[in-house]
């Protein structure tokens, strides 16, 4: 299947420092990618859908200032945490799709410490 | 009320033991259905979709019922290695949410030698 890679794999900051985050389609060009937080022992929380080339559209309660996405080309979304808090500390992962077929590749998550 | 709801779980069974789980979501606009499972601290990762017509993968047999907006994952004859959180996806109707998939809570299943 289709690979999807993000870096770095885990992450710890300072509170106040921001954290860039890279999710790559590695053999497929993704219009549509998606970034997901994931608290401890909770499931899957959609943040954001990241078009190439457009704004990204955020979900109800998630800062867009605060969580910036960029997705410039159509293998690569980044999303930048500013400002980042110790409640920010989470698993970050992220998806892309792949048209032909139709499915969903997840990447492998970016564990996110602040202190 | 949620919009996608497993069994709160944990399953804890034995080797060979036949395990089902449920799952009820809230949009009767959904277009697609999926389990996923997720192993601690990963992605998850893409048991198999689920069809109207119910079907089988093996061990696995998934069931949608779309009158009732229910879905059901069955694995039998279980395996050490089936030990995980197994997610209940949902994949809402077109538009905006194109590729939108919906995860519920959770269901993690331990299963002992």
């Known amino acids: 299947g289709a690979v999807v890679s993000q870096h770095p794999s885990w992450v710890i900051c300072k509170s106040g420092t921001s954290v860039k985050i890279e999710c790559r389609s590695l053999?497929?060009?993704?219009?549509?990618m998606f970034w997901y937080r994931q608290f401890p022992k909770q499931s899957l929380m959609l943040m954001a859908t990241?078009?190439?080339?457009?704004?990204?559209?955020?979900e109800q309660g998630v800062e867009k200032d605060k969580f910036l996405i960029n997705h410039a080309s159509l293998t690569l979304s980044t999303l930048t945490v500013t400002s980042a808090h110790p409640e920010d500390s989470s698993f970050y992962i992220c998806?892309?799709?792949?048209?032909?077929?139709?499915?969903?590749?997840f990447g492998p998550g970016t564990r996110l410490t602040v202190t | 009320r949620k919009e996608v709801e497993q069994d709160p779980g944990p399953f804890n069974v034995p080797e060979g033991a036949t395990v089902a789980f449920n799952c009820t979501y809230s949009?009767?606009?959904?277009?697609?259905f999926f389990w996923y499972r997720q192993d601690c601290r990963k992605e998850p990762k893409l048991l198999m979709s689920?069809?109207?017509s119910g079907n089988e993968d093996g061990r696995f047999t998934a069931q949608l019922n779309r009158a009732s907006q229910y879905i059901s994952l069955l694995i039998r004859d279980s395996k050490l290695s089936d030990s995980a959180t197994y997610l209940c996806?949902?994949?809402?109707?077109?538009?905006?949410?194109?590729?939108?998939?919906?995860f519920g809570q959770g269901t993690i299943l331990t299963v002992h030698p």
């Open positions: 998806s892309a799709v792949d048209r032909r077929p139709y499915e969903q590749y």
């Open positions: 996806v949902v994949n809402d109707a077109g538009g905006t949410s194109y590729g939108k998939l919906t």
């Open positions: 689920v069809y109207s």
């Open positions: 949009n009767s606009a959904s277009q697609s």
């Open positions: 053999d497929f060009q993704a219009t549509t």
């Open positions: 990241s078009n190439e080339g457009s704004k990204a559209t955020y």
